[in-house]
């Protein structure tokens, strides 16, 4: 692996580590996103397709935290493990409350 895709998966594996730390202590309104926007780019722009309930273009690590209470208002946790391959993060699945 080069060094660059090394340095990818850190990046996204410090993403999910954050994310996963991030739901687990409330999330949006409950939990501090810094850890999340420190792996973000200050230009990051995440596209949702319309007809979503949470469409539209979010920008900027203050766009991604925003997106992310808004879906969350959307889904409900249903259960819970870990990744494949003995990773130690751990995953939700959830449901649409809609």
Do not use: K, N
Request: charged fraction near 20%.
């Amino acid at each position: 692996m080069s060094a660059h895709q090394d340095s990818t998966t850190e990046l996204l594996e410090r993403f999910y580590d954050a994310e996963a730390h991030y739901v687990a202590a409330g999330g949006p309104g409950r939990a501090a996103f810094d850890s999340i926007a420190r792996c973000l780019d200050p230009d990051v722009t995440l596209h949702q397709a319309p007809g979503l309930p949470y469409s539209g273009v979010w920008q900027g690590p203050e766009g991604i935290e925003r997106f992310m209470a808004v879906m969350g208002e959307m889904w409900e946790p249903t259960g819970s493990g870990s990744r494949p391959a003995g990773r130690d993060a751990s995953w939700t699945r959830a449901s649409c409350r809609r």
